[in-house]
């Protein structure tokens, strides 16, 4: 039915060899197209001109986003100062009604507690419309701020002939390819 074929030990042995060598030969011009493809990927490499921009940077150095931080302070500074307010006289309900409740009857005691608790909540709507607002606002501006980077950055590129600018998920940038002052001298134009 079946016939089985033994090899020796030198058959064996010349079958290994013949596979290693027909993987090396077949590895050659892998080997050859690999570092044909590098070196071709340095000669385009030395024709390209990068660039670098550490746009958190930019984003905290540019004039833009100084006037926009003084713009939203001035502009939720009188809110702010509300809800401090608020919270005073909260802090002052409260001191009270631990220093005098022993005296207190009780319907003046439960009149204070709800009273306590219907400011309590009236800080707290407060504190969260302010924060969306503030979140709102603040998202705005920072919108029209990264428009505002990335068309200085396109100019610069356009102007000074970047072939790409790289940005924040860069591992590492040289000084030399680095133009983030640039940038930013761009946005104090």
Known sequence: MFKYHLKTKEQMHMQKHKIILNRQTAARPLLLLAVGFFMSLNAVAQEVKIGFVNSARVLQEAPQAERARVKLQSEFAPRDKKIV?????????????????????????????????????????????FNEDLNLRRNEELNNLQQKVYEAIVSLAEEEKYDVILGDSVMFASKRVDITDKVIKRLSK
């Open 85 to 129: 307010a608020m919270q005073k006289v909260l802090k002052k309900l409260e001191d009270e009604m631990s220093r005098d409740a022993a005296v207190m009857s009780e319907t003046v005691r439960k009149k204070k507690e709800r009273e306590i608790l219907a400011k309590k909540r009236d800080i707290k709507r407060t504190q969260e419309e």
